[in-house]
């Protein structure tokens, strides 16, 4: 507008000046590229309206309505705006419509310089370009995508989740949950489910016996899984409570695991967390029974099965325990063969010997 005033108080002479597209000329206004070109009788070429050259005198330059209509009065292209080839904006457009190809098309995002190569731009500029177009970063767009087909794959009914998230070339299913909230509006099971059980909250951490998971609900501690690899931990988890929604933890969370970790490394000092069992009443009365034991003393599962009262159910007493979701919370670790043996356990049984040896110490 203000270049409109600027040029009526030039007060104009020629008649492209009196052309309301001579204000564009002066201006070198993006917007109106591709509407028209205008020529320039004395270097015999037409040029975009931005065209960053310097401006012709007035009385040399006509308007045309596109290039054909330039080029039929006998003008040349300029070799410097290039008027006859796609526009910058264009071009700009199809370089990162390939580039989201690209990385739709790879399993992990492509580097940066890598994409920036493929378009021809140093990679400062293609991440600027990138973003200015998509609204993301490459990284963001990688993920987008990645979640939109774990939609897809969950919405058409087939597989499993855990399937779905590695299907969509997610390296690690605790990653996607990270982001799964945000994309999905709600986590995988729950979306498969088509609807949300109960919510809760995980996080993987580290302690002396290797990964562990810990997991609450609205109740309580509802799964301590220990393992060496934090996604077989997530795929437990889930597969424990199919329907339920599962949530990365945030940072009030990791107080939570910090204790649950301070137990497991020292079970002496006892969890004071309430805990969700969820299992059957004989699994509970099991459970109970592993509690009463005290740290550094075994029983046998024939012991626990006279404990509660069904000296013959000692088979029904070993899948209690190994049903049981609250590693060193409930110590099945502390049941043990009538021989002494140190049998099966659900974290294995190099675990089950670390611990049994470090109560037997404390
Ligand atoms: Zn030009």
Same mark, same amino acid.
């Given at each position: 507008?203000?270049?409109?005033?600027?040029?009526?108080?030039?007060?104009?002479?020629?008649?492209?000046?009196?052309?309301?597209?001579?204000?564009?000329?002066?201006?070198?206004?993006?917007?109106?590229?591709?509407?028209?070109?205008?020529?320039?009788?004395?270097?015999?070429?037409?040029?975009?309206?931005?065209?960053?050259?310097?401006?012709?005198?007035?009385?040399?330059?006509? +308007?045309?309505?596109?290039?054909?209509?330039?080029?039929?009065?006998?003008?040349?292209?300029?070799?410097?705006?290039?008027?006859?080839?796609?526009?910058?904006?264009?071009?700009? %457009?199809?370089?990162?419509?390939?580039?989201?190809?690209?990385?739709?098309?790879?399993?992990?995002?492509?580097?940066?310089?890598?994409?920036?190569?493929?378009?021809?731009?140093?990679?400062?500029?293609?991440?600027?370009?990138?973003?200015?177009?998509?609204?993301?970063?490459?990284?963001?767009?990688?993920?987008?995508?990645?979640?939109?087909?774990?939609? =897809?794959?969950?919405?058409?009914?087939?597989?499993?989740?855990?399937?779905?998230?590695?299907?969509?070339?997610?390296?690690?299913?605790?990653?996607?949950?990270?982001?799964?909230?945000?994309?999905?509006?709600?986590?995988?099971?729950? +979306?498969?489910?088509?609807?949300?059980?109960?919510?809760?909250?995980?996080?993987?951490?580290?302690?002396?016996?290797?990964?562990?998971?810990?997991?609450?609900?609205?109740?309580?501690?509802?799964?301590?899984?220990?393992?060496?690899?934090?996604?077989?931990?997530?795929?437990?988890?889930?597969?424990?409570?199919?329907?339920?929604?599962?949530?990365?933890?945030?940072?009030?969370?990791?107080?939570?695991?910090?204790?649950?970790?301070?137990?497991?490394?020292?079970?002496?000092?006892?969890?004071?967390?309430?805990? =969700?069992?969820?299992?059957?009443?004989?699994?509970?009365?099991?459970?109970? %029974?592993?509690? =009463?034991?005290?740290?550094?003393?075994?029983?046998?599962?024939?012991?626990?099965?006279?404990?509660?009262?069904?000296?013959?159910?000692?088979?029904?007493?070993?899948?209690?325990?190994?049903?049981?979701?609250? %590693?060193?919370?409930?110590?099945?670790?502390?049941?043990?063969?009538?021989?002494?043996?140190?049998?099966?356990?659900?974290?294995?049984?190099?675990?089950?010997?670390?611990?049994?040896?470090?109560?037997?110490?404390?």
């Amino acid at each position: 507008m203000k270049a409109m005033n600027l040029v009526a108080n030039l007060a104009p002479v020629t008649s492209a000046e009196r052309d309301p597209r001579w204000a564009a000329l002066v201006t070198r206004d993006p917007a109106f590229d591709g509407k028209f070109v205008y020529s320039v009788k004395t270097t015999g070429v037409y040029c975009r309206p931005a065209c960053p050259s310097r401006l012709a005198k007035p009385e040399n330059i006509a +308007f045309h309505a596109d290039c054909a209509e330039a080029e039929r009065a006998g003008f040349r292209p300029c070799l410097r705006c290039r008027p006859n080839e796609a526009s910058l904006a264009e071009r700009h %457009a199809a370089v990162i419509a390939d580039a989201c190809r690209r990385i739709e098309a790879s399993e992990e995002v492509p580097a940066l310089d890598t994409l920036a190569r493929a378009a021809g731009v140093s990679p400062y500029h293609f991440h600027r370009l990138f973003k200015s177009i998509t609204g993301l970063t490459p990284k963001a767009y990688g993920a987008a995508h990645r979640s939109r087909r774990v939609r =897809d794959h969950l919405s058409d009914g087939k597989g499993s989740v855990t399937e779905a998230i590695y299907d969509a070339g997610f390296g690690s299913s605790s990653r996607f949950y990270e982001t799964s909230n945000k994309v999905l509006g709600m986590t995988p099971s729950a +979306f498969r489910a088509g609807g949300v059980e109960a919510q809760i909250k995980f996080a993987v951490g580290e302690c002396s016996l290797g990964a562990i998971l810990v997991a609450t609900s609205g109740k309580g501690v509802c799964a301590i899984f220990l393992g060496d690899d934090p996604d077989a931990l997530v795929r437990d988890l889930q597969d424990r409570f199919p329907k339920a929604d599962l949530i990365g933890g945030d940072a009030e969370f990791e107080a939570l695991v910090s204790k649950v970790v301070g137990f497991v490394e020292a079970p002496g000092i006892g969890l004071d967390l309430p805990l =969700d069992l969820r299992g059957t009443a004989f699994q509970e009365r099991v459970w109970q %029974a592993l509690r =009463d034991i005290p740290a550094g003393e075994t029983v046998s599962y024939s012991q626990i099965a006279e404990r509660i009262g069904a000296p013959r159910a000692v088979r029904a007493v070993a899948q209690a325990c190994a049903a049981n979701a609250l %590693a060193v919370a409930i110590p099945c670790h502390r049941v043990v063969r009538n021989d002494g043996g140190l049998s099966g356990y659900r974290w294995g049984v190099e675990r089950k010997r670390a611990l049994l040896l470090k109560e037997s110490r404390s």
